[in-house]
């Protein structure tokens, strides 16, 4: 792929990957306020216990396999149906192993309403599994215009399924329906949109020749997944479900914005820098890094610093004990991005062993950090969650740098800039806003003097990337 052709696909699936997710979260906002207002706390730890097996099992039956197809050069139909059997078929295993083993997992977090919840979340991963290849297909064709329509026709049916149950009193079940529409939503779409046609002559040739890669990104998937879950499923087993439902309802929304901007530029980060040739991939890659950075920083670190008035204004003081941990929990989400750039740039070069290696070794510090902060709460614990994570982020640097070239001082002029602008930003509105007592005046106070001192505070400096994202949505008013 030319140079050329790469900038416009990177713009227009940046584009289109930004919108749906900011869509597909103002829509997951209205919906969780409600949500937040109408359930209790212990509806949402008593979800949030089954979150992490869930997962699991998701990652197991996709196996990594997208990420393979993607890698693949000369892929034809009879790759994608073999990924498609073997990822049902993994799922079918694994629902009927969980499916009898929920009464055990019941009796582990003490809570006996696991078993008929579990039984139906689960469903989720066996749906999704009809899907991996088709959703595959689109990723890596960069169709990301079509796979937001996607998300956002899963996201509205799941959202307004889960209003109408817990309006009809279905307490947590409406948070779990809301995850298993959302999937078979999805997957009816991405197959919708996929010209794949699945075929009953099944050859698992292609799934053995992809896994050498796809079995290590599997177990770097796992790893990934209990890093980020294992907080609460240890909140489940030794704390109430009062603070699990605490500590969920603080991840959630900081892991809604979060993921309204990691997914739009992960939706690009792979295929893009798999078809860049070498003596570009260093731009390329400095260009990803600057771009995330200019959205990410002020973005996450200005959600964590109106985390307080958020919290009261939308769900009520019901949730502040929430509102310290989403604070911490946002640190993390604005280096998440960075950190998810450097692991697709080594998935785009095949070094699926050395990310694995690096994401076991963050889960085992992880652990240890657990082991030793435990007693001291879980404020404490977060935070070593956030210092662990974004230390992390440097190991992932030292083995990127092989591959492109990115050095220490192009980390430095990716990111400083815009981090000490969102900083000042915060600061100087803080400055401002701290005179408002009303909470509602304090909120937008704080929103719009961050939003307007960081875009001042680049615009004098003459910031690149300022610039050509003014040019680019212009070009984009003006069609």
Not at 45 to 74: D, H, Y
Not at 136 to 157: D, H, P, Q, R, W
Not at 293 to 300: D, L, T, W
């Amino acid at each position: 792929m030319q140079p050329e052709s790469i900038k416009t696909k990177t713009a227009e699936g940046l584009f289109w990957g930004g919108l749906s997710n900011v869509l597909q979260q103002l829509l997951n906002l209205g919906f969780g306020i409600f949500l937040a207002r109408k359930l209790s706390v212990s509806d949402y730890g008593i979800v949030g216990m089954l979150t992490i097996f869930a997962a699991l099992s998701n990652a197991l039956q996709e196996g990594g396999f997208r990420s393979a197809l993607t890698n693949r050069k000369n892929i034809t139909s009879n790759d994608y149906n073999s990924v498609f059997w073997t990822s049902f078929l993994t799922a079918a295993v694994l629902y009927s192993v969980l499916f009898f083993s929920l009464p055990w997992i019941a009796d582990f977090f003490k809570t006996p309403e696991l078993v008929s919840l579990g039984r139906f979340m689960f469903l989720g991963f066996l749906f999704c599994s009809l899907g991996t290849a088709h959703n595959a297909y689109l990723f890596k064709n960069l169709k990301v215009k079509e796979m937001s329509k996607c998300t956002l026709t899963a996201t509205v049916v799941s959202g307004l399924t889960a209003v109408v149950l817990a309006f009809s009193d279905f307490t947590y079940w409406a948070i779990a329906a809301m995850n298993v529409v959302y999937i078979v939503v999805s997957t009816v779409m991405y197959r919708i949109f996929s010209p794949l046609k699945i075929s009953f002559k099944i050859d698992f040739r292609p799934v053995k020749e992809m896994l050498p890669f796809s079995s290590k990104l599997l177990i770097t998937t796992l790893f990934q997944i209990l890093n980020d879950n294992f907080f609460t499923t240890l909140l489940g087993r030794f704390f109430t479900k009062i603070e699990v439902g605490f500590y969920s309802q603080a991840y959630k929304w900081s892991n809604l914005g979060t993921q309204t901007i990691s997914l739009a530029i992960e939706n690009v980060m792979q295929p893009v820098l798999a078809k860049t040739e070498q003596n570009s991939l260093l731009n390329v890659f400095n260009k990803l890094m600057q771009t995330t950075c200019f959205i990410a920083f002020p973005c996450m670190l200005g959600l964590g610093f109106i985390a307080p008035e958020f919290i009261a204004v939308t769900i009520t003081d019901k949730w502040a004990q929430s509102a310290e941990i989403m604070t911490i929990l946002c640190v993390w989400g604005a280096f998440y991005p960075v950190g998810k750039l450097y692991q697709k740039q080594l998935l785009s070069s095949s070094k699926s062993g050395i990310l694995m290696f690096c994401v076991i070794t963050n889960c085992l510090l992880q652990i240890l950090t657990v082991v030793f902060t435990f007693k001291y709460g879980i404020l404490t614990m977060a935070a070593f969650y956030v210092i662990v994570n974004v230390l992390c982020i440097f190991l992932l640097h030292f083995f990127v740098r092989r591959i492109n070239g990115v050095s220490i001082k192009n980390l430095c002029i990716n990111t400083l800039p815009f981090l000490v602008a969102t900083v000042a930003a915060i600061v100087l509105s803080w400055l401002v806003s701290n005179g408002f007592s009303n909470v509602y005046i304090r909120l937008a106070v704080k929103i719009t003097a961050t939003a307007v001192v960081y875009y001042i505070i680049l615009k004098i400096f003459k910031s690149e990337i300022l610039k050509q994202a003014e040019i680019f949505l212009k070009g984009v008013l003006k069609k």
